[in-house]
């Protein structure tokens, strides 16, 4: 205790609105406000607590202010803040009339979950699927989700990662300006239809990510400043004042994001999060906010016994977010590596503007490969700086790659995916690069099937000011790939439309492609050396030409793989000491290729035939 009595730090505080047997608990934190009510918009079953009529609440010595009236699940109710501002709670589990309207008392523990034997899955041993929840189906919630979950386990998939869930304004968004980070979006199914998805996909052994907000709020309907010092003037950020982690009454901004995580990984049973653009999250307490969320995963995994993952999104090639604590880093699980994704994109597609002028030469797939960062402490052109760090000590397993995102392909001008930009073989060599590489994979919806259907920003925004900006901003955030020439209306119900998936999977390409994808899934998860994801477990050969070859070694098991981004046959020489047998090769006529070139065996010192744009794989033959 400090000499005033309080404890050395404020205790976590459960926050929002929580049924119980003696009535509900409203928990809010409004520091410096001088008076909070309770407002209620629809009748309790007690007669004194009439809608309209304020409501006393007492605040505690950390700012938090309390009530427990008889108010059940059903029940609508607002806050008056100093008597003035009536305000929906911040940390609302319901909005059922959206961000502007009255929240809504839910509770978090009456599903009855049939998901008891399930214990999550390690981030190694992860097929990610990236979906929007509002374009993955027909019916654009999670029942949709849940109708094509055979789909995904058919592929292979064993994890699916959700675009930012929190409700928005509207009901259309990314998700990424979402205002209530603890209401799920009302539009997809809400609480009841999340926990649903939840059961059903433990039940097929697929784990649940969702992909979280913890840098910024959205633009409209965001009540948190009302309320307290949510945001600070320290830092400044793409979105405005940075959200408080370290300065004055920080404490409290902390508990409030830390309380949603809880709610994720405890209460809604979810096995990760994603956690977006943490770079933009300023914080140089000694403890540093990404170290205190791991912290609290930890310990949720300790009491439920199911594994809990924390997945970062960084721009900093900076390898302390996953470094152990007493090596100075914030132990998160994990790091989206966009640079893996820049390297084979501007390769593969010639495409050298923005970012992708730092790439564009197959030695930076070789070092993306090789060493994570390609940028690991050399100059960066684009950033006209020296500009990462390394990624030694850390295995493969820690890193997720992809050829496709929701970014990459969304903050195109068009929102057009690489189906309708490469050839098949092309695309063929992309998916293979990704799947054969010693990191955790990760899908963008439809790429297994070859969706033709663009994915293209979109909001549902109500300020015509606002809307107006939305374009400006994204033309000045990514002037290399918009002209107000191809520049699709962000707020128009057409740009939501046309980025829903096609489901076009039983007609060719797709049904092939579909079966390639599966076929290297399934290798992928069998074959000894696939699984095996130590530093020492993989052999970068230098890049020759076009041509970029690496060995993956497992118990008993040994695989050398050519990936080939020549547009002519290449025949390269059989320089391992072994007698070589194919077993896969994107040319097959099986995957609509051209057809696989050369024999199948190959001796020690004879050629080997690489067809134009093709991922081959042998194993020593026995």
């Not at 319901?94 to 009255?102: E, F, I, R």
């Not at 509207?170 to 009302?186: C, E």
């Not at 977006?276 to 307490?285: E, L, P, R």
């Not at 391992?576 to 010192?605: H, M, N, Q, R, Y």
Request: proline fraction near 7%; charge should be negative.
């Amino acid at each position: 205790m400090t000499s005033n009595n309080l404890p050395s730090r404020p205790p976590l505080q459960k926050i929002g609105a929580w049924p119980g047997p003696t009535g509900t608990d409203f928990i809010v934190w409004a520091p410096l406000l001088q008076k909070v009510e309770l407002v209620l918009e629809s009748p309790s079953s007690d007669a004194s607590n009439l809608p309209g009529h304020p409501i006393p609440m007492k605040m505690d010595a950390f700012g938090y202010w309390h009530s427990r009236i008889t108010a059940p699940p059903g029940c609508r109710y607002r806050y008056l803040l100093d008597g003035e501002q009536q305000c929906p709670d911040p940390a609302s589990f319901h909005q059922p009339l959206g961000v502007h309207g009255p929240s809504e008392v839910m509770d978090l523990h009456d599903h009855p979950w049939q998901d008891s034997g399930w214990k999550g899955l390690p981030l190694a041993g992860m097929i990610i699927y990236e979906l929007h929840t509002g374009c993955f189906s027909d019916s654009h919630d999670f029942a949709g989700i849940t109708g094509r979950l055979d789909h995904l386990v058919s592929l292979g998939v064993n994890t699916i990662e959700l675009m930012p869930l929190a409700q928005f304004a509207g009901v259309r968004n990314w998700g990424y300006d979402g205002v209530f980070p603890f209401a799920i979006q009302q539009s997809y199914g809400g609480l009841k239809g999340f926990r649903q998805l939840v059961d059903a996909a433990h039940a097929r052994g697929i784990a649940v990510l969702v992909d979280v907000v913890y840098n910024h709020l959205g633009p409209e309907g965001s009540y948190l400043t009302a309320f307290g010092p949510y945001q600070t003037a320290k830092y400044p950020t793409p979105w405005g004042d940075a959200l408080n982690f370290d300065d004055s009454w920080s404490d409290g901004v902390r508990n409030y994001f830390l309380q949603n995580t809880r709610m994720w990984l405890e209460d809604l049973h979810v096995d990760g999060l994603r956690l977006d653009a943490v770079h933009a999250i300023k914080d140089f307490s000694v403890c540093h906010f990404m170290q205190e969320l791991k912290n609290l995963a930890l310990d949720i995994e300790e009491r439920t016994g199911r594994k809990k993952i924390l997945i970062a999104e960084i721009d900093l090639n900076d390898p302390r977010y996953i470094n152990a604590i007493d090596k100075g880093g914030y132990n998160l699980d994990g790091q989206w590596i966009d640079e893996f994704h820049h390297a084979l994109h501007s390769l593969i597609t010639g495409e050298r503007n923005a970012y992708y002028e730092d790439f564009g030469k197959i030695r930076h797939l070789e070092d993306a490969l090789r060493q994570t960062y390609v940028y690991n402490g050399i100059y960066s052109p684009h950033r006209k700086r020296t500009f990462g760090g390394k990624a030694d000590g850390h295995p493969f397993s820690q890193f997720v790659v992809f050829a496709q995102n929701h970014d990459q392909i969304g903050n195109r001008a068009l929102g057009d995916r690489l189906s309708t930009t490469l050839s098949l073989e092309q695309l063929k060599l992309s998916a293979a690069t990704v799947l054969l590489s010693p990191y955790v994979p990760m899908l963008f919806m439809g790429e297994e099937y070859g969706e033709q259907n663009p994915f293209q920003f979109f909001v549902d925004f109500g300020d015509p000011a606002l809307i107006e900006g939305v374009g400006k901003g994204r033309r000045a955030e990514f002037p290399d790939f918009y002209s107000d020439e191809a520049f699709p209306d962000p707020n128009s119900p057409s740009s939501f439309e046309h980025s829903c998936l096609s489901w076009k999977v039983d007609t060719e390409p797709g049904a092939s492609l579909f079966g390639f994808y599966r076929h290297l899934i399934g290798l992928r998860k069998t074959r000894p050396a696939m699984l095996a994801m130590d530093r020492d477990n993989m052999l970068v050969h230098p890049a020759d030409e076009a041509t970029l070859s690496f060995e993956r070694m497992g118990p008993d098991d040994h695989l050398y793989i050519w990936l080939h981004f020549g547009a002519e046959p290449r025949t390269i020489t059989n320089a391992t000491g072994k007698t070589l047998e194919k077993i896969f090769d994107t040319a097959a006529t099986e995957w609509l290729g051209p057809g696989s070139s050369g024999e199948s065996l190959v001796p020690d010192g004879a050629a080997i035939t690489l067809a134009p744009y093709s991922a081959t794989v042998f194993q020593q033959h026995l």
